[in-house]
């Protein structure tokens, strides 16, 4: 079976822009959550989906929303970026939102914001 | 809020040297505690993991135990391999149960 994966792999842009970044769950799978990587650190939560409705924010700008889809899906957006916005921006997938549910990660998307 | 901490890196060792990863946590409760491995280029990788007082996660020659009465979660393998070379993050499970909070990681580098 396939793991979790998103796309795309890499992406550059510039101050000003917005970004759309994509996940797909392993199949069965139907809660998401996104989380930020800056180089040297650990993940920092950003959201969790759970059947399409958010469950969990972390503290992050309202610069960031996403949302998930019948398929269980989820894009997440991030507008007018900033420098320092550059990261790896990764996603997993957990089949429940409850502690013992264990939660695998895909490869993640990593942005560069110049 | 709840939050990790763990031993600085890089910590660097020869092959078959024995591996300590220090690891605290600060937390509302009872929470599960995680080690995940990232290898270079790669997401991160559940290790081992712990849902209660005094259990013992292991997998793959690691181990760590949950330590309640001083809020721990230390990494250990008795000898390590080149292969083992990543970084290495403990996490905790929030109450909520919405968010794995993360420590900053640790980079191990075993040489042969």
């Known amino acids: 079976d396939a793991g979790v994966t998103q796309s795309p792999t890499h992406l550059i842009k510039t101050r000003g822009q917005q970004v759309t970044l994509r996940c797909s769950p392993i199949?069965?799978?139907?809660?998401v959550s996104w989380y930020q990587q800056v180089l040297g650190q650990g993940p920092q939560f950003i959201f969790q989906?759970?059947?399409?409705?958010?469950?969990g924010r972390g503290n992050f700008p309202d610069r960031f929303s996403a949302r998930q889809f019948p398929n269980y899906s989820s894009e997440l957006n991030v507008n007018a970026l900033l420098l320092g916005d550059s990261a790896l921006y990764l996603c997993?997938?957990?089949?429940?939102?409850?502690?013992?549910?264990?939660?695998?990660f895909g490869p993640g998307t990593r942005l560069t914001v110049l | 809020g709840d939050s990790v901490t763990q031993m600085e890196g890089p910590v660097t060792l020869s092959e078959e040297a024995f591996l300590t990863i220090n690891c605290t946590y600060t937390a509302t409760g009872y929470p599960s505690l995680f080690w995940y491995v990232q290898y270079p280029g790669e997401g991160l990788q559940l290790l081992l993991k712990a849902t209660k007082a005094d259990d013992k996660g292991s997998n793959k020659g690691f181990e760590a135990t949950y330590r309640k009465e001083t809020t721990s979660f230390h990494l250990e393998k008795g000898s390590v391999q080149v292969s083992d070379s990543a970084v290495y993050f403990c996490a905790l499970r929030n109450q909520a149960g919405t968010a794995l909070i993360f420590g900053k990681g640790t980079t191990l580098s075993v040489s042969s």
């Open positions: 989906y759970y059947e399409k409705e958010e469950r």
């Open positions: 199949s069965g799978h139907k809660s």
């Open positions: 997993a997938s957990s089949s429940g939102t409850g502690a013992s549910n264990e939660q695998f």
